[in-house]
């Protein structure tokens, strides 16, 4: 069984704090440290993980972690102005795919597991790079966004590809209890 908590959920949770912190650092020096701090917490928590164990709670902490920092931080390079919002939503394309995608599972109560795979890895990478780019006030900004954007389109189908793998071999869910009169 799966213990609830683990050394890499306490590095995972450092990512809250600074999702809330980010939008409110102006200094780039202090907002490429934030952006550092929440990367190699990232990193690092996924080779506790790998080391010592998953938990529970990191099943469902470490990507709404990663989500609310990618939330957050790309807020503040809306406000900004250096990307169209329409361009954040394409670098953020694939954080809103698996939250609409875990949402729904969630509600057919037919929850699907998958590990990371190598466009998401890719995706994450690249919203890193994005972010840095922005801050550094980079004219490579905009490509590294569309960039990110193309890439979160294949992740997506690529997760996509694998749910309906895994989904296939599921057996089908219980029926609801009926409710018969007597």
Not at 23 to 50: K, N, T
Not at 84 to 94: A, I, K, N, T, Y
Not at 132 to 147: D, G, K, T
């Amino acid at each position: 069984m799966k213990p609830w908590v683990t050394p890499a959920d306490v590095l995972t949770s450092l990512r809250v704090p600074l999702a809330i912190v980010f939008p409110f650092v102006h200094a780039p020096a202090w907002q490429l440290a934030i952006v550092g701090v929440a990367a190699a917490s990232d990193f690092f928590d996924g080779m506790l993980a790998r080391r010592f164990g998953a938990s529970r709670t990191g099943a469902i902490l470490d990507p709404l972690a990663d989500k609310l920092f990618m939330a957050s931080a790309f807020l503040t390079v809306v406000r900004g102005g250096r990307l169209h919002p329409l361009e954040v939503v394409g670098v953020l394309l694939r954080d809103i795919v698996a939250a609409l995608g875990f949402a729904g599972s969630w509600l057919l109560r037919r929850p699907v597991a998958l590990p990371a795979r190598a466009g998401g890895k890719a995706v994450t990478v690249g919203q890193v790079l994005t972010l840095v780019a922005f801050i550094a006030e980079s004219p490579l900004v905009r490509p590294l966004a569309w960039a990110t954007a193309a890439v979160a389109c294949y992740a997506i189908w690529d997760y996509g590809r694998a749910a309906a793998r895994v989904t296939a071999q599921a057996p089908p869910p219980p029926p609801p209890p009926s409710h018969k009169e007597s």
